[in-house]
């Protein structure tokens, strides 16, 4: 199984950004597909996770101006962030779980807030 994301970039704050990960290979089913970043010197940390039945959760940080969404037909995840801030200044994972709670890791792109 590969994860490939895309959509990271510089952008000024109070801009917005569109996140893509696409799953491919085998790919048992799909049960949650998240976002996680992580910052210099922090430890990884979630952002936003759906459920295949389109359950979210997201961060705090994050709520109101992020949302996460995904495609079940093409394996494919998104995260629509708005109003960044510098402090969203980070790499950001992709990650699915399956059913059988196996757990998979995008490469990870990276994202810079300006002030």
């Known amino acids: 199984v590969q994860l490939q994301a895309s959509g990271g970039g510089l952008v000024q704050a109070g801009g917005s950004l569109k996140l893509s990960c696409a799953a491919t290979?085998?790919?048992?089913?799909?049960?949650?597909m998240g976002w996680y970043r992580q910052a210099p010197g922090k430890q990884r940390q979630l952002v936003a996770r759906?459920?295949?039945?389109?359950?979210?959760n997201y961060a705090d940080s994050v709520k109101g101006r992020f949302t996460i969404s995904r495609d079940n037909a093409k394996n494919t995840v998104y995260l629509q962030m708005n109003s960044l801030k510098p402090e969203d200044t980070a790499v950001y994972y992709c990650?699915?779980?399956?059913?059988?709670?196996?757990?998979?890791w995008g490469q990870g792109t990276q994202v810079t807030v300006s002030s």
């Open positions: 759906i459920t295949t039945g389109g359950s979210t």
């Open positions: 990650n699915i779980i399956d059913f059988r709670a196996i757990t998979y």
């Open positions: 290979g085998s790919i048992f089913s799909i049960n949650y």
